[in-house]
Structures are given as structure tokens and as C-alpha cells.
């Protein structure tokens, strides 16, 4: 089955404790991304890759890292977590295509993290 | 940047009703698509309905189908003969034609009552 799935589903951790959210994606594509999901403001992409070893910020990459080792993962990294970190994170990936193509995002379940 | 708006953040309907969701979006580009995604309980985001700029023909899918209004930058959502497995958080997205982010509005919590 064609999927995108993160661990752990949900964490409670503590300030300063670096956790990694991990995400896989089993349908080859190249384009991987990281958004975060908090109330009033919808999602918001942290960080995206177009390839392997290709990352760059999104909109509130602040206190987050990532790397792309392999195409299919895409870990999330928060080396010292803060409670504003609180939030639901969504890992995404795509085909990617052309200036005038368009290849579906397809979304992780989803992994709620508190930090306390 | 783009930026996009909902500005209902509730909505609450009775089974069966017809219900519009209001999306609104800032862009100076002219190649783009436009997305409604389905959040229900379970938190999985399930991709409602798209709509690719260049086309005028309003996109549907089954009971849920759109109004676009490109020169009034508006988005709405019409989900007809509502039933209760369409309670969802509803969210609309933007894309730029090539690009790898999707810009999402607020979310509108909908509640379909029995």
C-alpha cells in the first residue's frame, strides 16, 4: 500500500530532551516535506527536500533540523524541544513534476507532540 | 507571499442541508492551484477537491464541488446533502505552479448535526 508513515504517533516529552520524528515514504518520491499544525493558523511548512541531500527552510524552521539521507526518509530533528513546540506535525511527499504539472501531496497520519 | 483566509472558524448545519465554506487568498501569481482538504477526528488530511487556475470550469467531486472566482481571489467549498461523516475540520491551500509548498488558510470546524 502507497503510503507516508511517521513515528511515533505521539510523544510527551520534556524541555530540552532532542527527540526525532521520523517519516517514510514508500512511493519513490522525490519531494518530502515537514509541516506543523496549530490552532488559528492551519498548517505551516517547517522544511521541505526536492531530492536526497536537498533541504531547505519553509516558513517557521526555527528550532527544527533535518536531513535526507535516503530518498524515502525524511527525519524531523528538534535537538533541544520547547513547550511553543507543542504542536501537531505532519510529514508530506510528492512526484515531482514540471513548471505546469501537478503530482498530489500525500500526508502523513499525523504525530501530537507536547512538550512539557 | 500568499497568504490564505477562511473566516468562518465554525460551522454547524443540520443533515441533509447544503453548506458553503468561504476561502478568500492573496496571490500576484497567475499560475496556480487551489485545495480543499478534509481533516476528520482521526487527524489524517484527506484531499477533498482541486482546482487548477487556468481552468474556468468550476471542479466537483460527487457532493462537494466549488465556486471559483479568480479575478475576486475567492475559493468556496459547497458540500451538498450533508451527511454526518462530513464533520471534519475543512482546510484551504494554495499552490504556485512548480512549487513544493502548500499555503494554508486557518480551517473551518464543521459540525453536521443529526
Known amino acids: 500500500e502507497a503510503q507516508v508513515t511517521q513515528n511515533p504517533r505521539y510523544l510527551i516529552t520534556v524541555t530540552g530532551k532532542k527527540l526525532t520524528v521520523t517519516c517514510s515514504q514508500n512511493?519513490?518520491?522525490?519531494?518530502m516535506s515537514w509541516y506543523r499544525q496549530d490552532p488559528g493558523l492551519g498548517l505551516r511548512q517547517i522544511y521541505y527536500?526536492?531530492?536526497?541531500?536537498?533541504?531547505d527552510k519553509g516558513d517557521v524552521p526555527e528550532g527544527y533540523k533535518v536531513s535526507r539521507k535516503e530518498k524515502r526518509n525524511f527525519p524531523l530533528i528538534l535537538e533541544s524541544p520547547s513547550p511553543n513546540q507543542t504542536s501537531l506535525y505532519f510529514c508530506?511527499?510528492?512526484?515531482?513534476?514540471?513548471?505546469?504539472?501537478?503530482?498530489?501531496?500525500?500526508f502523513g497520519p499525523g504525530t501530537r507532540l507536547t512538550v512539557l | 507571499a500568499q497568504t490564505v483566509t477562511q473566516s468562518q472558524p465554525e460551522m454547524s448545519v443540520q443533515e441533509a442541508e447544503t453548506v458553503t465554506l468561504s476561502c478568500t487568498y492573496d496571490?500576484?501569481?497567475?499560475?496556480?492551484?487551489l485545495f480543499w482538504y478534509k481533516q476528520p477526528p482521526s487527524r489524517q488530511m484527506i484531499l477533498v477537491i482541486r482546482?487548477?487556475?487556468?481552468?474556468?470550469q468550476n471542479a466537483t467531486e460527487n457532493r462537494f464541488s466549488v465556486n471559483f472566482q479568480k479575478a475576486a481571489k475567492s475559493f468556496s467549498l459547497k458540500i451538498s446533502d450533508s451527511q454526518l461523516g462530513d464533520t471534519a475540520m475543512y482546510f484551504c491551500?494554495?499552490?504556485?505552479?512548480?512549487?513544493?509548498?502548500?499555503?494554508f488558510g486557518q480551517g473551518t470546524r464543521l459540525t453536521i448535526n443529526p
Open positions: 508530506a511527499s510528492r512526484l515531482a513534476g514540471g513548471l505546469s504539472s501537478y503530482n498530489e501531496q500525500f
Open positions: 512511493m519513490n518520491h522525490e519531494y
Open positions: 527536500s526536492m531530492n536526497v541531500e536537498v533541504t
Open positions: 496571490t500576484s501569481e497567475n499560475n496556480y492551484y
Open positions: 482546482q487548477e487556475a487556468y481552468k474556468q
Open positions: 491551500a494554495f499552490m504556485k505552479s512548480g512549487a513544493q509548498k502548500l499555503v
